[in-house]
């Protein structure tokens, strides 16, 4: 039998994880979630199972979003599809974070409609694989 | 440098634009009259410090009640769902950190600032003088800017 589609919310509000994960499950009830509150723990959870996606925030605690994502590139993780969910939109940020395999780059405070959508591109790109 | 006079109109949008779409309230730049300032009992502040171009902190101060108004329509939650305190606390760190982050990025778009973790507590009220007053869903917000050594 095939692996539920796994993602990772990667936030240090565990408020803001909470509503990512009820967005995620309400665009699509047959995805599994993990959780981490920052980029250490989240790179622990991919040490132990398997991930097909990570939604991150940047600016956490202990290891942020942009460390995270370098450390999946040292590591390797490439088929992990990597996905911005932060409340700094700008160039700089943007351009810090194209060579890093990002997928996509989404803004908060960020609409269901838009985790839906992300969603759909995301298994679009899985499927595609 | 950082003049926080300049910076009043992009920061009463970008608030109303978090409680618009994350908190689901209506929020508009509006001083309150001192009844309204007193008739609210309990304050809680969440502060964010940004650095960058420039530094400095961005305080918001709401009453306590609008606090747990707010996480609940974040929440989805039920009227009568008794909510924790520390679930109020994490939410409202992150209204001021979406509101900092939003005001940055659409006033200052070239330039990346690092923003730490808010720190949220309660406090006796308002500070005095804030760069800006919003009416959230009828209750007052105080929101304050100091500039700082980066």
Redesign the interface.
């Known amino acids: 039998m095939d692996r539920p589609f796994t993602i990772l919310i990667v936030d240090d509000s565990a408020m803001m994880r909470a509503m990512l994960k009820r967005a995620v499950l309400l665009a699509s009830d047959d995805i599994q979630i993990a959780e981490a509150a920052n980029g250490l723990e989240a790179i622990g959870v991919m040490e132990a199972r398997e991930v097909d996606a990570v939604f991150t925030d940047i600016n956490m605690p202990v290891m942020t979003g942009v460390e995270m994502l370098r450390e999946m590139t040292v590591r390797g993780w490439d088929q992990i599809r990597r996905v911005v969910v932060s409340t700094d939109g700008s160039d700089a940020r943007r351009d810090e974070v194209r060579d890093l395999n990002v997928a996509l780059y989404v803004r908060k405070p960020l609409a269901p409609e838009t985790i839906r959508d992300v969603l759909v591109e995301l298994r679009y790109a899985h499927a595609s694989h | 440098m950082l003049t926080p006079a300049t910076e009043r109109d992009a920061l009463a949008s970008a608030f109303a634009?978090?409680a618009e779409?994350?908190f689901f309230a209506y929020a508009e730049a509006e001083d309150p009259t001192p009844g309204d300032v007193a008739a609210c009992p309990d304050w809680m502040q969440a502060s964010v410090r940004f650095t960058g171009l420039f530094a400095g902190h961005l305080r918001v101060t709401v009453p306590t009640s609008l606090g747990f108004e707010l996480?609940g329509a974040?929440?989805?939650t039920a009227p009568d769902e008794v909510l924790a305190d520390t679930?109020v606390s994490?939410?409202l760190?992150?209204l001021a950190?979406?509101a900092?982050?939003?005001w940055?990025?659409d006033a200052?778009?070239?330039?990346?600032?690092?923003?730490?973790?808010p720190e949220v507590s309660h406090v006796a009220g308002p500070p005095p003088s804030p760069l800006l007053w919003m009416s959230c869903n009828g209750q007052p917000v105080s929101v304050a800017l100091e500039e700082s050594a980066s």
Request: proline residues 0%.
């Open positions: 634009t978090v779409q994350s996480c974040f929440l989805g679930a994490d939410l760190g992150e950190n979406m900092c982050g939003t940055l990025t200052h778009s070239a330039q990346s600032f690092a923003l730490t973790h």
